[in-house]
């Protein structure tokens, strides 16, 4: 076979890889693909198939109705189920205040306005609704007066506070906020030696600034400040400056 022959061959099975033939004329002539004899069975057996699983899946298609097999077209969404309110009054949820309450009443002897306003009305403390914290002292037997007793035993053991002052932190609306029949449970029923209360209050007062006999005097005889009595405030100096104090 010649050279030219061998040529000739090798470029008509290039040509073929190309798809590309030559008509009677010589001239080359690009072949167009011929589609799969089965490709309509393939494209039918396909529609079919995806309309089967639309159907499947119509009843997890939530609020999506099949008009056909290849449309789908939002419906009205199904009614919300509306959450439960946070705060109902149910048992469970009343013991739950019961508890919370009960907890605070141990930390502290609080009175009723000054337990509401940490529990559910100053913003950061609030725990509970004002409704929570009132059915839950319901269902409690909470003295009141015993604990503005037990609030003016802290407040004297700490503070060092004279009668007066006392009475006033009690029923104070921004101190322990007690009623004054309360106060007066507390103050008939605490007994404390003011006297001792006075010499305390001057030695915390002298330690904390370095004052005369006298500017001491006026600071614990004071009623806007020390509130002690003149008796009280001059037997503490003269116990403050006696060598065997």
Request: with cysteine; charged share 30%; aromatic share 8%.
């Amino acid at each position: 076979m010649s050279k030219r022959s061998d040529y000739e061959r090798m470029w008509q099975e290039l040509l073929s890889q190309r798809g590309v033939t030559r008509d009677r004329t010589g001239q080359t002539r690009r072949q167009e693909p011929q589609p799969h004899k089965d490709r309509a069975m393939w494209v039918i057996a396909g529609g079919l198939v995806v309309y089967l699983l639309l159907r499947g899946a119509y009843g997890q298609l939530g609020g999506l109705e099949l008009h056909n097999p290849f449309e789908l077209k939002a419906v009205d969404k199904p009614e919300e189920i509306e959450a439960p309110l946070l705060h109902e009054d149910t048992p469970e949820d009343l013991e739950l205040a019961k508890v919370l309450v009960e907890e605070r009443l141990e930390q502290h002897p609080w009175s009723r306005k000054s337990l509401m306003d940490t529990m559910c009305r100053l913003p950061g403390t609030a725990v509970l609704t004002c409704d929570e914290v009132d059915a839950a002292l319901e269902l409690m037997d909470v003295d009141w007066d015993e604990n503005a007793l037990k609030s003016a035993q802290r407040d004297v053991e700490f503070q060092y506070l004279s009668k007066s002052v006392l009475y006033e932190q009690l029923t104070h609306p921004y101190g322990a906020a007690f009623t004054p029949e309360q106060a007066d449970y507390a103050m008939k029923h605490f007994y404390v030696d003011w006297r001792q209360i006075a010499l305390k209050a001057a030695k915390q007062r002298r330690e904390e600034a370095d004052l005369t006999d006298e500017e001491l005097f006026d600071y614990l005889s004071d009623p806007h400040l020390g509130g002690f009595t003149e008796e009280d405030a001059r037997w503490a100096l003269e116990q403050l400056n006696s060598p065997w104090s």
